[in-house]
């Protein structure tokens, strides 16, 4: 005090500078992957002093935070469906009890809402068809180019191959009879997006009979010369 007196606290505190950062990163989603809907984000923090939260951001115009955790394991759930397709950086801050944060290095994903366009090329819509007919498609799936799953009228789906599959490797189809019927296709990309399409087709297991030719059987004085003419009970090619 003024007079030189002086005391001494009998209670004494510590205290610990901390002047080094978390230590942090994302460890879902892998980078480079496509993902449409609901995103499932993990990060690892660490910190001597220990980790206050962990703050989950994405970038779109600008930074936007998703979510933040203040328990390990820390997990978050991005909600990417307002989100423009494209390319977007997901990245984490970490925050320590002494006040020292640090950002992670981003991970870069792709949002795909577009389902894949398909294309049955053969057979053709209203083709009449037997079993023997190999299908033809086109697929420009990031996941494959001639692969999809085939249907016949949408009942059971089987793996088919373009160029490769028969109508009748498709179940369903030997049992049906000589009708019309819808072949659907559907493949699914990355993302997940599943894009379908469809042709509507005539079967026709039925050999031809023959009702009528000419010259007729056991003519006579035919001429040689002449056409000879056979009338089948339908169309032929």
């Not at 510590?14 to 989603?29: I, R």
């Not at 049955?120 to 420009?140: E, L, R, Y």
């Not at 793996?159 to 559907?186: M, V």
């Not at 493949?187 to 005539?202: C, E, P, R, S």
Request: hydrophobic share 35%.
């Amino acid at each position: 005090d003024l007079s030189g007196n002086y005391n001494t606290s009998a209670t004494q505190k510590s205290v610990t500078y901390d002047l080094v950062a978390p230590v942090t990163s994302v460890t879902a989603p892998s980078g480079g992957g496509k993902y449409k809907g609901n995103i499932s984000i993990t990060a690892d923090a660490s910190d001597d002093s220990g980790i206050l939260k962990v703050e989950f951001w994405h970038d779109s115009a600008v930074p936007l935070l998703i979510s933040t955790d203040t328990e390990a394991p820390y997990t978050a759930t991005w909600n990417s469906t307002d989100t423009a397709e494209g390319s977007h950086a997901i990245y984490v801050k970490a925050f320590d009890n002494a006040g020292n944060i640090t950002t992670s290095d981003s991970v870069s994903v792709t949002l795909d809402r577009t389902a894949p366009i398909l294309t049955i090329t053969d057979p053709s819509a209203a083709g009449i068809v037997n079993s023997a007919k190999v299908i033809t498609f086109t697929n420009d799936s990031d996941s494959s180019s001639n692969v999809g799953e085939c249907s016949i009228d949408n009942s059971i789906w089987v793996a088919c191959t373009s160029e490769t599959t028969t109508l009748n490797s498709i179940t369903g189809f030997g049992a049906l009879g000589d009708t019309s019927f819808t072949l659907y296709l559907r493949d699914a990309d990355i993302a997940g997006n599943v894009g379908t399409t469809q042709v509507a087709l005539v079967k026709d297991s039925t050999s031809p009979t023959v009702t009528a030719k000419s010259p007729s059987v056991n003519a006579v004085s035919v001429d040689p010369s002449a056409n000879v003419e056979v009338t089948f009970n339908e169309a032929m090619n």
